[in-house]
């Protein structure tokens, strides 16, 4: 585990409760998966190309069940992560499902995935506020 990971461990730990779980499941989304750019192009390689590209453009967001998000991310991550914040695969598939459109929306404000994903801790924190 890297310094980052570590102080955003920390931080996101005093936030507590559902948002300071979805703030550690999205960090740990990211660094599982390449970054920003490693998650649009896992929706790119498995069809939904279109879907991802709706939450990077400036236009509305094409929504995702949590059957494609387990499809994308495979079931098995999706099970180590659920086993780490105590909840079920599926009820994890739903809330990614359900955040990850506004997240990487946010996390591309002028309609493109930067080459760097910039901060994403301190993305992430902003949106929780």
């Given amino acids: 585990m890297g310094l980052l990971d570590s ?9 507590g409760g559902e948002q300071g779980n979805m703030a550690q499941v999205a960090m740990d989304l990211f660094n599982q998966n390449g970054g920003l750019n490693g998650i649009l192009e ?12 709706s939450w990077v453009g400036n236009g509305g967001n094409i ?9 994308v991310l495979g079931n098995g991550a999706i099970a180590d ?7 079920n695969a599926e009820t994890l598939s739903a809330q990614i499902a359900e955040h990850l459109p506004t997240l990487v929306d946010k996390l591309t404000p002028n309609g493109e995935a930067p080459a760097e994903s910039g ?8 949106m929780l506020r």
């Fill in 7 to 15: 102080i955003a461990g920390s931080v996101l730990g005093k936030l």
């Fill in 119 to 126: 901060n994403l801790l301190s993305t992430v924190l902003g």
């Fill in 81 to 87: 992560m659920a086993a780490k914040f105590g909840i």
């Fill in 42 to 53: 896992k929706f790119r390689e498995n069809g939904l190309g279109e879907t991802a590209a």
């Fill in 63 to 71: 929504s995702i069940t949590a059957e494609q998000i387990s499809s």
